[in-house]
């Protein structure tokens, strides 16, 4: 099983979990996302970016979930979830004026 998550996966996975209706929150010493009582966390140094990430096991079962979708559809696949990716991250920023009043 695959243990640490590649750096160059890091965005793509954590939005596909999101889209999934998990829900992130930083904490000190890792990303944890949940949806109901599933607890998948993402341990990282706060501020430094590193080559790869250690995951507990849930999100390690997830995550091998994720390459199963990679693998059959490789191109699609990402080219699809980085399209969405980049939508959502843009439409965030749009509406970041609603914030000021």
Same mark, same amino acid.
């Given at each position: 099983?695959?243990?640490?998550?590649?750096?160059?996966?890091?965005?793509?996975?954590?939005?596909?979990?999101?889209?999934?209706?998990?829900?992130?929150?930083?904490?000190?010493?890792?990303?944890?996302?949940?949806?109901?009582?599933?607890?998948?966390?993402?341990?990282?140094?706060?501020? $430094?970016?590193?080559?790869?990430? %250690?995951?507990? *096991? +849930?999100?390690?079962?997830?995550?091998?979930?994720?390459?199963?979708? #990679? /693998?059959?559809?490789? $191109?699609?696949?990402?080219?699809? %979830?980085?399209? *969405? +990716?980049?939508?959502?991250?843009?439409?965030?920023?749009?509406?970041? #004026? /609603?914030?000021?009043?």
């Amino acid at each position: 099983m695959i243990t640490r998550l590649p750096c160059r996966f890091t965005n793509l996975f954590t939005y596909w979990l999101y889209c999934d209706g998990y829900r992130p929150q930083v904490k000190k010493d890792a990303v944890v996302m949940r949806r109901g009582d599933s607890v998948l966390k993402i341990f990282c140094h706060k501020g $430094r970016m590193q080559q790869d990430y %250690l995951m507990n *096991e +849930a999100c390690q079962r997830k995550f091998k979930q994720f390459c199963g979708c #990679y /693998l059959n559809g490789y $191109r699609e696949f990402l080219v699809g %979830l980085e399209r *969405e +990716a980049r939508v959502e991250v843009a439409r965030s920023k749009n509406f970041n #004026y /609603l914030m000021v009043a």
